[in-house]
C-alpha cells in the first residue's frame, strides 16, 4: 500500500481500475484508496503491465508499506505471477 500522503498509515483499496494482465503508462490511476481522510487516486509513475493483484478490493485496511500488486515491465512475464501469493497474505487466508 503506498502512503499517498505524509501522514496515511493505512487505507482501503475502494476499486481497482485495471485488471491483471493490462498495461499502464505513467500517469495512469491504478486503484482508488480510501483512507481516513478520503479517497485517493493511486497513479503510476511508470509505465508497465500488472502481473498480479494481491490485495482484492474491499478487503479491509491494508498498513502502508505492504504490497497490494506486482508489476513487470514485459507482458510475457506475466504468466509467472498467475500463482504467486505473497508470504503476508497465505496467514490471513
Given at each position: 500500500m503506498p502512503s499517498l500522503y505524509p501522514t496515511m498509515?493505512?487505507?482501503t483499496i475502494s476499486a481497482w481500475n485495471l485488471e491483471e494482465g493490462a498495461s499502464f503508462n505513467a500517469g495512469d490511476v491504478?486503484?482508488?484508496?480510501?483512507?481516513?481522510?478520503?479517497?485517493v487516486?493511486?497513479?503510476?509513475?511508470?509505465?508497465?503491465v500488472?502481473?498480479?493483484?494481491?490485495v482484492e478490493a474491499g478487503s479491509g485496511e491494508i498498513p502502508c508499506g505492504t504490497p497490494i500488486l506486482v508489476t513487470v515491465e514485459d507482458e510475457?512475464?506475466?504468466p509467472a505471477f498467475q500463482d504467486f501469493v505473497h508470504f503476508?497474505?497465505?496467514t490471513t487466508r
Amino acid at each position: 500500500m503506498p502512503s499517498l500522503y505524509p501522514t496515511m498509515e493505512s487505507g482501503t483499496i475502494s476499486a481497482w481500475n485495471l485488471e491483471e494482465g493490462a498495461s499502464f503508462n505513467a500517469g495512469d490511476v491504478i486503484c482508488s484508496v480510501e483512507t481516513d481522510k478520503a479517497t485517493v487516486d493511486f497513479e503510476a509513475q511508470d509505465e508497465g503491465v500488472v502481473a498480479k493483484i494481491i490485495v482484492e478490493a474491499g478487503s479491509g485496511e491494508i498498513p502502508c508499506g505492504t504490497p497490494i500488486l506486482v508489476t513487470v515491465e514485459d507482458e510475457a512475464d506475466v504468466p509467472a505471477f498467475q500463482d504467486f501469493v505473497h508470504f503476508a497474505s497465505r496467514t490471513t487466508r
